[in-house]
């Protein structure tokens, strides 16, 4: 009986190799992680052309990539322009496809324009490609929304699809275009099921992209914020370990055409999550709030991702403890607030 042949996994060095020298087109470039993405890939010497629309609501911001003007090519663009995605496409090597609306409550409210950004626009990235770029190799930025509430803990990617909002529809809907151009038209994709990310760079001025985004604000101002419920579970992603994910998935020829979680260090309350956001910030206060009654009909309650199938094939798992990483993001925004709100 053969042996089974375990995954080779790439280290850091091998995945620099990788990019560098080739060109990354990345949607939503300007925002939380597709600036984080890009800085990444443009130390390791690819060529980065980015695209975000930079409309206010959507997290896009040019202080993302200070310092790299001329490094970075930069294209402000709306995704939902479908005339101007094969300029964009044509040449690229790699995809990235961040861009999205990522409000859940904005959903609820203009369930239109989640439609046309999340479902429609993605449909026509992935036909540009075919047309000419079909040899791009693609990475698609998902969310564990489409989960829903968990019928257990940690949850698998082979978990019942059950978004409770019309963003988890809609991304769905992104997702499952992607894997079927995989599937019938050769466009090479992976779908990574993103969970909580956290990290220098995300939007703080309100709640659109991210809760933490907001307490952090709060902390730094000498303000109290609220914690809706305090007893779900959550597991969050330090951003520098969401790009490592991206940049094995696109360099993995083995992932195309497959579905990952991530995840992250052990799972914390938000409660809990309040504690040590004010134990390590020296000060501040929070209440414990019931959730007001909008929210609360799309709340998932707890939830927390098992990764392991990434890890298996990848090599890929959290590097960054909770700790580090809320650490790393308050002296970030202490020195960068004012940018950012």
């Known amino acids: 009986m053969k042996a089974e042949t375990k995954p080779q996994h790439l280290d850091e060095r091998q995945l620099a190799r990788a990019y560098r020298g080739r060109r990354a087109l990345i949607t939503g470039g300007l925002g939380f992680i597709g600036s984080n993405l890009a800085r990444r890939l443009a130390s390791y010497g690819a060529r980065v052309t980015v695209v975000d629309s930079l409309i206010p609501e959507y997290g896009g911001n040019l202080r993302n990539l200070a310092g790299l003007e001329g490094v970075i090519q930069v294209n402000i663009s709306d995704v939902r322009d479908r005339h101007s995605l094969p300029v964009f496409v044509r040449g690229q090597d790699y995809l990235f496809n961040l861009a999205g609306q990522t409000s859940h409550m904005d959903s609820m409210v203009d369930p239109e324009t989640d439609l046309e950004i999340n479902a429609r626009a993605q449909l026509s990235i992935l036909e540009a490609c075919r047309r000419h770029a079909p040899e791009i190799r693609v990475v698609f930025a998902s969310t564990r929304q489409l989960y829903g509430r968990p019928d257990h803990l940690p949850v698998g990617e082979d978990h019942p699809l059950r978004p409770v909002d019309v963003?988890?529809?809609?991304?769905?809907?992104?997702?499952?275009?992607?894997?079927?151009?995989?599937?019938?038209?050769?466009?090479?994709?992976?779908?990574?099921?993103?969970?909580?990310?956290?990290?220098?760079?995300?939007?703080?001025?309100?709640?659109?992209?991210?809760?933490?985004?907001?307490?952090?604000?709060?902390?730094?101002?000498?303000?109290?914020?609220?914690?809706?419920?305090?007893?779900?579970?959550?597991?969050?992603?330090?951003?520098?370990?969401?790009?490592?994910?991206?940049?094995?998935?696109?360099?993995?020829?083995?992932?195309?055409?497959?579905?990952?979680?991530?995840?992250?260090?052990?799972?914390?309350?938000?409660?809990?999550?309040?504690?040590?956001?004010?134990?390590?910030?020296?000060?501040?206060?929070?209440?414990?709030?019931?959730?007001?009654?909008?929210?609360?009909?799309?709340?998932?309650?707890?939830?927390y991702a098992d990764w392991s199938r990434i890890e298996q094939a990848l090599g890929w798992r959290p590097r960054t403890g909770l700790r580090a990483a809320l650490r790393r993001t308050l002296a970030f925004y202490r020195r960068e607030r004012g940018h950012y709100v």
Not at 237 to 260: I, P, R, S
Request: proline share 4%.
């Open 167 to 303: 963003n988890g529809i809609n991304k769905l809907a992104g997702e499952q275009y992607h894997l079927l151009y995989h599937q019938v038209h050769g466009v090479r994709s992976t779908v990574l099921r993103l969970t909580n990310t956290i990290g220098p760079r995300m939007r703080i001025k309100d709640a659109r992209q991210t809760f933490v985004g907001v307490w952090i604000r709060a902390l730094l101002e000498d303000r109290s914020f609220e914690v809706w419920g305090g007893e779900q579970l959550r597991d969050f992603t330090y951003v520098d370990d969401c790009v490592h994910a991206l940049l094995l998935a696109g360099a993995t020829e083995a992932a195309a055409g497959e579905v990952f979680n991530l995840g992250g260090p052990p799972p914390v309350t938000l409660k809990e999550l309040a504690e040590i956001l004010v134990e390590i910030n020296g000060r501040g206060t929070f209440q414990v709030r019931a959730f007001p009654a909008d929210r609360k009909k799309i709340d998932i309650g707890g939830f």
